[in-house]
């Protein structure tokens, strides 16, 4: 018996990984890409910036040991970690590129999270690498937002998976397994909270709004600290004190555009989380 065709939106990621050169990519597509892994715009953010690492269909790894990260890490250990440590690099690199465009766009730099869905309806493993927010239009589900929620438990750090080798191998084989039900449940069950306040909220739209209320208050606090920093460094020589501590010190990119809203709807979740 034959299998169907994949549906061409859940591949598309793995078409992208098979290219021999990922340059060939449109630039609205694709961010950065080195010999191992490329580096693709979400399509549907679900932060100010939100970006895709994706390893390269490479030997001895074919697309069936890439399909996502339970398959990956069925794989030898060692080839495993390689491949992670490759994303990990790429997702640095990228960090630092966010970085920029936040000094440049907002005048500071807030937290950026590197992490994997357990579970995805798209068909090659990707790495998200996202600004700590989810303050985004195209957030609009409670299926959504539970994906990302740093503390709720679905969305894997890599720096969480990466430690996994380092445990003892009973462990290890325990965390791999990746159980579906149990991942699926954390999608579902429990209040919508704040992941920054733990705050219960009642709907997606309240929840929405307390966000952008959130991220207002750390605009607002952000540029009272850099304004106190300018005023410190304003002082005329004349008026500093001969010593000076640390304490009193002062403290290409490519188009990483934050994200406009739209009522599209959403075929990848990055399109991980349908059905």
Same mark, same amino acid.
């Given at each position: 018996?034959?299998?169907?065709? *994949? ?54 790894? *074919? ?21 992670? $440590? ?10 630092? $590129? ?40 195209? $957030? ?40 579906? *039900? ?55 020589? *004349? ?37």
């Amino acid at each position: 018996m034959t299998t169907a065709p *994949s549906a061409p939106n859940l591949a598309i990621f793995r078409s992208y990984a098979s290219k021999p050169n990922p340059i060939t990519l449109p630039p609205s597509i694709l961010l950065s890409h080195s010999e191992t892994c490329l580096t693709v715009f979400d399509a549907f953010p679900k932060s100010i910036f939100h970006f895709l690492v994706i390893p390269r269909i490479q030997p001895p790894l *074919s697309a069936r040991h890439l399909t996502d990260l339970r398959s990956l890490l069925r794989c030898e250990k060692s080839t495993a970690k390689e491949v992670l $440590m490759n994303l990990n690099e790429e997702a640095n690199n990228v960090k630092k $590129m966010i970085e920029e465009e936040m000094m440049k766009l907002y005048k500071f730099k807030w937290e950026i999270w590197m992490g994997f869905h357990p579970i995805s309806s798209m068909e090659h493993l990707h790495l998200h690498v996202l600004s700590a927010d989810l303050y985004s239009p195209k $957030m609009k589900t409670k299926k959504h937002y539970n994906s990302f929620d740093p503390s709720l438990g679905f969305f894997l750090h890599l720096k969480d998976v990466l430690s996994w080798f380092d445990a003892v191998p009973s462990y290890y084989q325990r965390m791999i397994k990746l159980d579906a *039900s149990q991942y699926q449940l954390l999608l579902k069950d429990g209040d919508l909270c704040c992941w920054q306040c733990d705050r219960a909220l009642e709907s997606m739209p309240k929840l929405k709004a307390h966000l952008q209320d959130e991220f207002g208050k750390l605009t607002t606090r952000e540029k009272a600290k850099s304004e106190r920093k300018r005023k410190r460094t304003d002082v005329p020589v *004349s008026s500093v004190r001969a010593v000076v501590t640390d304490d009193e010190r002062p403290d290409k990119v490519a188009r990483l555009t934050p994200s406009r809203g739209d009522d599209s709807s959403d075929p990848t979740v990055g399109a991980d989380l349908l059905s």
